[in-house]
């Protein structure tokens, strides 16, 4: 049997898994990735901790099952900035979508006329998160560090030249720099020039059913893997969550529900919104194939924070069983979860998490329950600005953590008035690599034909009237909270961030 391993570097853990061609996960290990935090700000992974717990994953995942695999598929986070110096070593951590030390640079850059232009050939709104301002950052705040800069890595070219001696990144994350042109997948002179970069510093782009070549002399034996593995470059996680969703063929909407969440759907071209406007993030894909829609910065980052603060045993299942007992709407109690900003210019990078409406008769089940009604209401921002660029889709694929439960998915069903359906497995990351892993050794004609056979789908979640008319009332009053609070935000951020 032909067997593929996928290794998917998320934010929160890397996960290793090996998955035969029904789309089964016959084995996994994963390793949590600690959050550094070196100075004000900073929120770094240690690229040396993403080494080992690569080789640790991948030996245990593959122990016993050597003969059989056949290929090794990549998938990794995307806004990952990582300066290397000549030999490719790293001159810092890896910065993440949480890193906040960009925010310094951003007053700026949004004062810049050009926004709307930038957008239109990045499909990049005026965020912190993205590989540009972090570059404008290092520049002008570690100037000694970007001097000694060689190269500028995210996590899978920093993990590949590593493996296969190739600087090379997936279309998906290098379109999530705002470097990167879309219109033509080529890296963009006039931002190259704004940060201060040359081509060659960047690594190049690929294809995701690209097959770069075997591992490195002596690496196969050290993980336990036949020197002769092919190794492809896949995807960005979000992507693969797409494909593994059964999202492929673009007549549903697919929906991760983890530490972020996403919107998505498979397009054939870019889609980009009204460039002053700027509320959804197109990313290339795969050849011909493109993902529209949007992610939230806050899903279960949201949860954690309850179950830290409020939850000594740590137990999700009993937040959620509380949650249930409270009516739709939260007794009145609303949550804007925006712990770490947000990626929709509406709500912005310097939002902040909130409750409003708390009286002294509410309990903490109100507050669970308002952070998951407030997590579905930032989806259902999404959702609406594709359809008004004629994005329609009439259901829901949804997995991920946060879809273990059944409450959280028919909420999102009765926001959105779309029936939920879940896959059988939260791993769809996974079973989107390997997807990838199948097509690229021919296994498979096309990722189609590879969905029909490896995703699996479960329990259907249908829309319920009475719940639906009650957040139709709720969903206008988010916006409106939306609406005042994101006049207070950059306010909050000058006066009261840390270091202000």
Request: proline share 5%; charged share 25%; aromatic share 8%.
């Amino acid at each position: 049997m032909s067997l593929a391993l996928v290794v998917d570097v998320g934010t929160t853990n890397i996960k290793a898994g090996l998955v035969d061609p029904e789309g089964r996960v016959l084995s996994q290990a994963s390793r949590s990735l600690e959050v550094h935090r070196p100075e004000k700000g900073a929120a770094e992974h240690d690229p040396d901790e993403i080494l080992e717990s690569f080789n640790e994953i991948v030996r245990k995942t593959v122990k016993g099952n050597r003969e059989e695999v056949k290929v090794l598929g990549l998938t990794g986070y995307q806004f990952g900035f990582l300066p290397l110096d000549e030999g490719g070593e790293p001159l810092t951590g890896v910065m993440t979508l949480m890193d906040e030390r960009p925010k310094s640079v951003m007053g700026e850059f949004q004062s810049r006329d050009d926004l709307a232009e930038i957008y239109n050939r990045t499909g990049c709104p005026p965020l912190f998160a993205y590989q540009l301002p972090k570059l404008l950052w290092l520049k002008e705040e570690k100037p000694e560090i970007f001097g000694k800069s060689r190269y500028f890595a995210d996590v899978k070219s920093f993990l590949l030249k590593k493996l296969v001696d190739d600087f090379v990144t997936d279309p998906g994350i290098a379109s999530s720099s705002q470097i990167l042109n879309i219109n033509d997948l080529t890296w963009d002179d006039q931002l190259m020039e704004l940060a201060g970069v040359g081509r060659d510093q960047l690594p190049r782009v690929g294809r995701g059913e690209e097959i770069l070549g075997t591992l490195r002399s002596g690496l196969a034996e050290e993980l336990g893997l036949k020197s002769d593995l092919e190794v492809v470059l896949g995807v960005y996680d979000g992507g693969a969550m797409v494909l593994g969703l059964g999202g492929v063929d673009g007549q549903g909407g697919v929906c991760n529900l983890g530490t972020t969440a996403m919107i998505r759907t498979c397009s054939e071209e870019p889609v980009l919104d009204d460039p002053e406007k700027r509320r959804l993030q197109t990313y290339a894909l795969l050849p011909g194939k493109w993902a529209i829609g949007g992610a939230i910065n806050n899903a279960g980052v949201g949860l954690r924070w309850f179950r830290d603060n409020f939850q000594p045993s740590g137990n999700y299942s009993s937040i959620i069983a509380d949650a249930a007992r409270v009516e739709p709407g939260s007794g009145g109690v609303f949550s804007l979860p925006y712990f770490t900003g947000e990626r929709d210019p509406r709500i912005g990078n310097m939002a902040t998490g909130s409750f409003f409406g708390l009286k002294d008769y509410h309990e903490k089940a109100h507050m669970a329950r308002a952070i998951l009604e407030g997590v579905a209401y930032s989806l259902n921002f999404v959702r609406e600005a594709m359809m008004d660029n004629s994005i329609e889709y009439n259901r829901i694929s949804i997995g991920g953590s946060g879809a273990r439960s059944d409450l959280w998915p028919q909420i999102i069903a009765d926001v959105t008035e779309l029936p939920v359906r879940k896959t059988l497995t939260e791993d769809t990351t996974l079973i989107g690599g390997a997807m990838i892993g199948y097509k690229a050794m021919g296994l498979y004609d096309s990722l189609e034909q590879a969905s029909e056979k490896m995703v699996k789908t479960g329990k259907e979640f249908s829309p319920i009237s009475k719940n639906v008319k009650r957040y139709e009332g709720g969903y206008e009053f988010f916006k409106e909270l939306v609406r005042e609070f994101s006049k207070l935000y950059p306010m909050h951020d000058e006066k009261f961030s840390p270091g202000s």
